[in-house]
């Protein structure tokens, strides 16, 4: 029979049933009864083609035809659950079988898509019958509804859970007619390969899976059978793809460059992540255990094309303290699912020591702890100067220099070139520090500049605290026994010392030998020095201070 054929004929079913249902037709001599209604045994699902197939005992009847209360039926309708036209919700005839046939295939229904609930009735036609202007056509009752093994799921990316959920069969109303669940798994959706994942009580309607490999194609299906016979259900095949967004193959903090009220953090994302957030992230110690309390969120961003952020928050305290830069990679729950290296800044520190600066800085770090890879990296330093005149703003930006390239974060500078340009007093001298760290194969993975930093060079005047006039002993070439300055640049000086009440008992340019005007060594105790300095470029300088007389 054609499609067409069950439509036009399920149409005449229904006009019929809607007529004759289940009551009988009394005529002048006959009594016409409708069929007895089949008994529905079994809806089940093809999981590889969402076949829905329905299984039926055919109605009882009186094969000899001579019980009009058990007539033989001549076919069977088949209704679904569905909605009509007019958008009213029911069963509705959607096909008629002949009397021989006890199973059903639907092919407008795919139970993988959702789940189908059926009826079927059967119907008897009594031709010619007496005083009547027409055959006879009765349907029996319809059976009770049946409905298949409907399974689904939700899947946790955050714990890595799938949670199976299952409706139970309509139809089997005894719950004692259920024995078990079986629940079959696959990665493919070839019904031959899938295999028992466990046994399952009858009461159960939920299945949990954790640590479900992430980012696979998963498949099931789950069958129910009963214990009174051997039926045999099977659900829908339930696809589940089990998608956790993939974290960056990378990130990485390519350089740390401290500006005057700013930090610029350099970084680079896995592009082809499809991650959305990330944060960047400042810590002021690099051991974990230790940032609780100084982790700050330095930015937020959505996009793995970001490569550039500025940390303006705590200028000031970023000039003496070192800052631990990383950018972390955050999934949809909450959990940091990447993390990048580490990356400091350096703070440069200076002493100056007569035509010496000493020049020392906080080193950079390499972060095997987080990128084992990175264990055999070494760093090594190059240090840039910038001398300023005297007179000429610190703030001005004139020529940098590079100076020697050192293992270890602390360099001496000597600038005593300087001193016959123009004396090095003259001078106020900016420095930064670049630190690189570099691969096996001497390539560079991270830099970290410091911000500039000057220092003045000022005159080097060395006095003594005390003489000892009566004593010829020389320590380092010097008289002990005279009060005289050291001065390592060209310049005369003049100096005057005073008693303890302001009188002067010398005033010279060639040093004190501890003698008073007299000629007589002077008693011991403290006096008071002024020494006056001059120089051709730059004027003079005057320093006052106490000596002491001692007599050893």
């Not at 049946?146 to 199976?164: I, P």
């Amino acid at each position: 029979m054609t499609s067409k054929h069950h439509i036009l004929t399920a149409m005449l079913l229904i006009w019929l049933a809607q007529n004759s249902l289940a009551q009988p037709i009394y005529t002048t001599d006959t009594v016409y009864y409708p069929p007895r209604r089949p008994v529905f045994d079994l809806i089940t699902v093809n999981p590889t083609t969402g076949a829905t197939t329905l299984y039926w005992t055919p109605s009882v009847f009186d094969p000899t035809g001579t019980d009009p209360q058990l007539p033989r039926p001549v076919g069977y309708i088949i209704y679904r659950y569905g909605t009509d036209a007019l958008g009213n919700r029911g069963f509705f005839a959607i096909d008629t079988v002949s009397y021989v046939t006890t199973s059903y295939t639907d092919p407008t229904a795919n139970g993988n898509e959702s789940r189908q609930q059926y009826r079927i009735a059967a119907i008897s036609h009594f031709v010619n019958a007496s005083h009547l202007p027409h055959d006879v056509w009765k349907t029996s009752p319809q059976t009770t509804s049946h409905g298949s093994l409907w399974l689904t799921s939700a899947y946790d990316s955050c714990s890595s859970t799938l949670n199976l959920y299952w409706d139970t069969y309509i139809g089997w109303s005894n719950e004692t007619h259920e024995t078990h669940y079986n629940l079959y798994h696959s990665n493919f959706s070839n019904v031959s390969s899938f295999t028992l994942l466990d046994t399952i009580g009858r009461f159960e309607r939920r299945y949990s899976i954790r640590n479900i490999e992430p980012n696979t194609d998963h498949y099931f299906y789950i069958t129910s059978s009963r214990t009174d016979t051997t039926l045999t259900t099977t659900s829908n095949m339930h696809h589940v793809f089990t998608k956790q967004v993939q974290p960056p193959t990378f990130i990485t903090v390519d350089s740390v460059i401290a500006k005057h009220n700013s930090t610029e953090v350099h970084f680079s994302i896995d592009q082809s992540t499809a991650m959305s957030r990330f944060q960047l992230m400042r810590w002021e110690a690099p051991d974990t255990n230790l940032i609780v309390l100084s982790a700050t969120e330095v930015a937020q961003f959505d996009s793995p094309t970001v490569t550039l952020r500025h940390d303006s928050s705590d200028a000031v305290a970023a000039r003496m303290r070192t800052y631990y830069y990383k950018v972390d990679a955050v999934n949809p729950c909450g959990i940091v699912s990447a993390v990048s290296n580490l990356c400091n800044t350096i703070i440069p520190t200076a002493e100056a020591d007569g035509t010496n600066v000493h020049l020392r800085w906080t080193p950079l770090i390499v972060d095997a702890n987080r990128k084992p890879d990175r264990a055999g990296n070494t760093v090594r330093y190059t240090v840039y100067r910038m001398a300023l005149a005297h007179g000429v703003s610190p703030d001005a930006n004139g020529p940098w220099t590079r100076l020697d390239e050192v293992e270890q974060p602390s360099l001496t500078d000597d600038v005593s070139a300087y001193q016959f340009q123009n004396p090095a007093y003259q001078f106020t001298f900016k420095y930064y520090v670049e630190g690189r760290e570099y691969t096996p194969t001497d390539d560079v993975v991270a830099l970290s500049r410091s911000r500039a930093m000057s220092i003045d060079v000022a005159p080097n005047i060395v006095l003594p605290n005390a003489i000892a006039p009566s004593m010829s002993t020389l320590v380092n070439g010097r008289s002990r026994s005279r009060f005289e300055p050291i001065i390592n640049f060209e310049a005369e000086f003049t100096l005057t010392i005073y008693d303890r009440w302001g009188k002067v008992i010398y005033h010279g340019n060639q040093g004190w030998d501890g003698r008073m005007p007299n000629g007589t060594l002077a008693r011991e105790g403290t006096y008071v020095y002024r020494l006056e300095v001059s120089t051709q470029r730059v004027g003079n300088f005057t320093r006052q201070g106490n000596v002491s007389v001692v007599y050893p």
